[in-house]
């Protein structure tokens, strides 16, 4: 039986707000957030590395982003930050810059190395990986191929099922994908955005997409619909051989009701 060389726990989609008794869609997003970390550090026996990918604050302001790292640093998991959406990228890496908690593009643990990307368009809900991304990243694979490589992105380059969330996927998913084949050592990419659970499989790279640590996405549907799934992350196991497993985990139930409206969204 192998060993399990690393850990890794990724929550998403955080959408914590300006103020922390404030609510979206019916949610309390920063007690969300706070439940399914706790849970994660309750059920797992050790996490290496916490990654959040993207979505980590609704309305950007630096006392919100102060606010998500002094939850990180109470618990002490080295973590990782992309930026989604509706971050500020300059402002996350202007206060994730201390202690714990970073915002690096390549992040280095013993034979694997992960990758962070920056999927966002300045003021657009979709994503892309711009030629300055795409370029790090062909420079980063060719110079690393001792490496497992699992990526990390916010936006989902494949068909989720849901028309309206797939008009936002990266737009160049394509290229992407094709660079990535050109690289074996790329065994899986991870991201978040579609608020949901998914799991696929693209030309031997593992995709996974993870359910926010909020509020769902119903999935399949065409227009916006939020489901009553509970809030999740997922745990990912990284083998020295270059193995991947990975799961998702869920609170019991959603604990405060959800009010369907995409305002703010």
Known sequence: MMDTELSILQISDLHILADSQQKMLGLNTELCFLQVLEKACNELNSIDLLLLTGDLAQNPSSSTYQRILKIVEKQGIPCYCLPGNHDDYRL????????????????????????????????????????????????????????????????????????????????????????????????????????????????????????????????????????NTPAGYRFIKLYSDGKIESQVQRLLTQNQPLELSSNGY
């Open 92 to 227: 996350m890496q202007q206060v994730f810059k201390q202690g714990i908690i970073h915002c690096n593009k390549q992040v280095l643990l013993k034979n694997w190395q992960i990758l962070n990307l920056n999927s966002q368009i300045i003021g657009k809900e979709g994503g892309e990986l711009s030629r300055q991304e795409l370029q790090f990243l062909q420079k980063t694979l060719a110079q690393t191929s001792e490496y497992h490589t699992l990526i990390a992105i916010h936006h989902h380059c494949l068909a989720s099922g849901s028309q309206w969330l797939d008009k936002m996927r990266i737009t160049n998913s394509q290229e992407f994908l094709t660079l990535l084949q050109q690289y074996p050592q790329v065994k899986a990419i991870i991201h978040g955005h579609i608020h949901q659970q998914f799991e696929a499989t693209s030309h031997n790279i593992k995709i996974f997409g993870t359910p926010s640590s909020c509020f769902q996405f119903k999935p399949n549907s065409q227009q916006f619909a939020i489901d």
